[in-house]
């Protein structure tokens, strides 16, 4: 294959709530590719009829999807792509659609004996305070965000509603989850193997916003202090938890381990970030493979997809 007849498209910012940290992720990866020889093109869009226009005008060999959040990580543009026989990096349109939606992959790891908090789903056009049966403290999220966009953890029931109303604002449909107190990891996945434990360890209450892309807002513990039994087990499960919703190649999958050590799945992130912040980044540094190579494997892997 030679690499300098390869035209690489990088799909990045787009108009979802994620879109200047997706602005960030394309920047950096198109710095990579770049370094190592690759001849490629920000694609930045506003619409979908835009997208449309420059992809077909472009005519990429492959696209480097950089995009965070709404119709970049849930399917919409994976089958934009699929439409147009270009090949992509990252998962397909179902596994896409169904890593988004939170309820839908908390349905697949139950039925598949993954541990997952309890949870119930609100919706905004019929939703009441006394429907609620999770316990305090609780979290409340947007079922169809990502970067902890529009979460809040509720300590008592005098603050849920404000709550509510916040993750309403980002989304027609809510989750409420009971709050697992424990230590956070997050486990990446890269040519569909485990890449070692992160654990993180947030300034603010939670792995918010600001703790996830603001410099020195959070601790990343790697090599993570667990007994090897704990650490093997993890991995495992989010393994499973990546082979189950059927991503492909990479992905970030996020957990909770409760005082028991206990692992609950918290969400899988097809699309994870790849900035000087992000944790996939940091999970394939710790095993010798640095930003430029990594990069390179994912769209090494989008292009054996279509050479088989």
Known sequence: ????????????????????????????VAIALGKLGYSVSILDFYSKEELLYKLREQKFDCVFNALHGRFGEDGQVQKILDDLDIPYTGSGVNASRLAM?????????QENGLLVTPWQVMSKSKFSLNDINIEFPLVVKPVHEGSSIGLSIVESPGFVLEAIKKAFNFDEIIMLEKYIKGREMTVGMLEDNPLPLIEIVPKNRFYDFQAKYTAGMTEYLVPVVLPEETRKKVQEIASKAHNLLGCSCFSRID??????????????????????????????????????????????????????
């Open 1 to 28: 294959m030679n690499i300098n007849r390869l035209k690489i498209g990088i799909l990045m910012g787009v108009f979802s709530s994620e879109r200047q940290v997706s602005l960030k992720s394309g920047s950096a």
């Open 101 to 109: 939606d939170k309820v839908a992959s908390k349905i697949v790891f």
């Open 255 to 308: 957990i909770i381990l409760d005082e028991d050590n206990n692992p609950f799945i918290l969400e899988v992130n097809t699309i994870p970030g790849l900035t000087a912040t992000s944790l996939l980044p940091k999970a394939a540094a710790a095993c010798g493979i640095d930003f430029e190579q990594l990069c390179e494997k994912m769209l090494l892997a989008a292009l054996k997809k279509v050479m088989k």
